[in-house]
């Protein structure tokens, strides 16, 4: 604290210690009154636009339906407003009581130290007056040091008989009161100094409650504004962007409020929850949103929430510039002078896969075509974050408006390497259904054969998958679809699946689970969170390498009568009306070529692929028990 006071000077009976009644209680408690008007005039245009809202009610034209919306909408808004208000006015009121007492407090205990004081001066000149300066030698004024008296004044010399200094009996006894009162002061002045600093405490204690009271004010809330673990996170100037775009009603205000100002929006953005961003996004005109893909591809193109085609949009402008950092990265790397080990350099396998992977996805999508063929496809996801190959979802179909919805994840040894193989895969699946889309899900690092018996990748995927198909389907409910949404896991694709249903309820209609690597066996079927006759498992006689996956991960096998799964034919059928459908061979869910997708989980033509599209449609399937019911090719009812 900073004073000419000697109280609290350097050395002083409070030195060091702050003011804890600093501030005027008075202005606050002003403050805090002014706000309970503002919290009633906002009070009052809430209970306006209610009565308001009922007369829309009574007409129910499109205009004024849409009218009647807002008025909702500004009604809940008005009313946290209000809210607020009334938050600041309790905070700041319960803050200027609490000051003004410490203030009164300290005022007191100001008063007593400086008594104190006071009196130790005093016992200090009643001192200096009967020893004198011959005695006292070189002792000079200090408020915490009490000179002694000097022994000879206390035992006079026998050979003179008198007492030194010209001090009697008298004297010394005057002087020892004097030091006695001057003790006794000191004892105070440590009290007050004791209660001082309590005092000190009360107002760090008021100024944290004051603090969280503005922290934990409805607007924050209502706003998502989040915390970061200390008191007052929320009222960091950070915030004012995400306060600003609640403020706004909808798409078109937002975008009224930022006019040129891309990069506030894309900022304002970044902190709100998928459904914030979700709303919003939806209500933007297309130029705006184009103008902040233009602007900042990399954050649209990343952001949950943003429609799959404006992401597409984005990641499809990113491609040439990463693949010519790519490019120029693994130049670098392989001018570079020095040894290799025996094996080849790590960081060159990573660099030449890193650049064959973005070669491939600048040939594929990075004209913007691939959005208009038959299927169009459509890169929603594009994450270049770790080194080597980028992981990537892509949609064949459009994912925005598709009343059918899967996710198809790939196992072991995946990545955008083979996206063309399993582009085909998700076609076959989807067929030629112009409602439906199937994700190919390869937004993972997929583990290799030595990998495979633990479960890391899958638990690092399944937080990944868990949060694509949450911010999918709250961005596909600003349209006013509702999906039914399906998950297909192939081989480790399918420990994975298990673990990002198990997260949480994801509203997921049926899983399909194919030479499935086995499920952890911490999970029942009831831990998925879909209705236990929509999971649907299956893995051909010839799969040894799912069951081989199962053993050495410890893992359960899902097409276990104890586990519970319905379990539906890939051995090959006939049906009832004499079509034939071909066994699976072996483990692989695609091929390198369409020819070589023969006999595969994913195969045209396969009893497999046949069964998938019933379940992903709610439709019956074959029986995959090992019986003479699955050899006629009957359908489970």
Known sequence: ???????????????????????????????????????????????????????????????????????????????????????????????AVSVEAIASECSRLRARATAELADIRSHARAIDRVLGSEALGDWTFRWDVIPDTPAAAVSPSSSSGTPPFGIDAADVATVERAQAAWRECLNQLATVRQLWQAQVDARARADEAAVR???DLPVFDAAGVPRTGHVGSRLDADTSDLLRAWATLDGAAFESA??????????????????????????????FRKRLADRNPERVGTMPGVSPLDR????????????????????ELAGRDGPRSYD???????????????????????????????????????????????????????????????????????????????????????SKDEDSAVVLWLNYDSPGPAEVPRDDRAREGASRLAADIAATSIVTSTTGVS???????????????????????????SVVLVGSAGIPDHLALSDLNVPAEQVFVSQAQTDVLARFGQKVGGRVDPESEAW???????????????????PVVGHNAVGGSETDDRRKYFGADTESLHNIRRILRGENVTDGRRTDLHVHGEYLR
């Open 1 to 95: 604290m900073e004073t000419g006071d000697e109280l609290f000077a350097a050395g002083g009976p409070l030195g060091g210690l702050d003011d804890p009644g600093r501030g005027d209680f008075a202005e606050i408690l002003r403050s805090g009154q002014g706000f309970a008007l503002q919290a009633q005039t906002y009070r009052a245009m809430a209970e306006n636009i209610s009565g308001a809202g009922a007369l829309f009610d009574a007409n129910v034209s499109q205009a004024t339906a849409a009218l009647t919306g807002t008025a909702s909408l500004l009604q809940e808004r008005l009313g946290t407003a209000a809210a607020t208000f009334d938050g600041y006015r309790a905070t700041f009121i319960a803050y």
């Open 213 to 215: 009271g503005l922290d």
């Open 258 to 287: 930022y006019g040129t100002d891309a990069d506030g929006a894309l900022a304002a953005l970044g902190t709100m929850p998928v459904a914030q961003v979700a709303g919003i996004w939806a209500g933007l005109s297309p130029a």
């Open 312 to 331: 597409d949009y984005a990641n499809v402008q990113r491609l040439q510039g990463l693949h010519d950092a790519a490019a120029s990265h693994y130049r």
């Open 344 to 430: 080849g350099d790590p960081g060159m396998a990573d660099a030449a896969a890193r650049l064959s992977a973005f070669g491939l996805l600048l040939k594929r999508y990075g004209t913007g075509s691939a959005r208009h063929d038959n299927p169009p496809e459509y890169l929603v996801t594009l994450d270049d974050a770790m080194p080597g190959r980028p992981r990537v979802a892509v949609s064949i179909g459009d994912l925005s408006s598709a009343t059918n919805v899967s996710y198809l994840v790939p196992g072991m040894n995946s990545s955008v390497a083979e996206l063309p193989d399993y582009a085909r895969a998700a076609a076959r699946i989807r």
């Open 483 to 509: 999906p039914r949404t399906s998950v297909i896991g192939h081989s480790y694709g399918s420990t994975l699946v298990a673990l990002a249903l198990a997260t949480r309820p994801l509203a997921v209609d």
């Open 564 to 582: 519970g799964a319905r379990v539906f034919g890939v051995d090959g059928a006939t049906l009832t009306d004499g079509t034939r459908l071909e």
